[in-house]
Every structure is written in structure tokens, then in C-alpha cells.
């Protein structure tokens, strides 16, 4: 029953992210293409959200779904490696058209060439579960 909760915010965040035209091929390359406002305010708004949420959690020391206060790492200053990161993150956001979440969106869609993006992403994660100890961090 616990997870249920995060099912049903799954299925309202699939709903809110298909009516708001973020899951969208044509609202992403607009955005790749400087050609649309759309997806920047969408993920302006997501970044400072974001941001209000963490200053919230740290002020009142908000507490996880186990009952536990949150701790919250402090930045590093490194950029070398988000850099990169979000380059990497960048370049399959445009070549396939979703980034992480939407996938599984775009799939229940019925668009089932995004399994192959679903899979690859699968292959991704566990490759660098697999060189993690090798990789800068």
C-alpha cells in the first residue's frame, strides 16, 4: 500500500507532462532550435520549484516517506563533471526526443520505438554500474 501513493503521483505526473506538451517530439526540437519559449518556462518553473522545495527542506528539516530528516549533501564545486554529464544528457534528449521520465509516458503512448530508448537507457545505467569505481566523481 505504501507504494501505491508513488503510483498514483506517477500517473498524475504522466497526465500533467502529456496536457502541459512536455512529452511532445515537436515542443523539444522547438526548444533545441531556440524556436519556442515552452519547454524553458516549463523547466524554469521546475528549477525553481526545485529550488524553493530544498531551501524549505533545510530550513524546517523536512522529513523522508521512512520518517527520517533529510540530509542534503552541500554543492560541490566541481563543474568538469556536470558539464559533461549534461552534454551527454543533452545529446540523447535530442536525438531521441525524451528525456527519462516521459519515456515511460511515451511508451504507455503507444510510441514503442521509445522500448529501444527505454532499453538503452537500462544499458546505460548499468554500465556505469559497472565502471562507476573507474569514473571521475
Request: hydrophobic share 55%.
Amino acid at each position: 500500500m505504501k507504494l501505491f501513493k508513488f503510483l498514483v503521483l506517477g500517473i498524475i505526473f504522466g497526465i500533467v507532462l502529456t496536457k502541459a506538451e512536455v512529452i511532445s517530439w515537436f515542443r523539444i526540437q522547438e526548444m533545441f532550435r531556440f524556436q519556442a519559449f515552452h519547454m524553458y518556462g516549463v523547466i524554469g518553473s521546475a528549477v525553481a520549484l526545485g529550488a524553493l522545495f530544498l531551501f524549505l527542506a533545510k530550513k524546517f528539516s523536512w522529513k523522508n516517506t521512512e520518517g527520517n530528516v533529510m540530509i542534503l549533501a552541500d554543492k560541490d564545486k566541481g563543474i568538469v563533471r556536470y558539464l559533461a554529464g549534461g552534454t551527454l544528457f543533452g545529446m540523447g534528449w535530442a536525438l531521441t526526443g525524451a528525456c527519462p521520465g516521459p519515456i515511460y509516458i511515451l511508451i504507455g503512448h503507444g510510441l514503442l520505438s521509445f522500448v529501444v530508448v527505454f532499453l538503452s537507457a537500462l544499458l546505460g545505467v548499468y554500465l556505469y554500474g559497472l565502471f562507476r569505481e573507474k569514473l571521475p566523481h
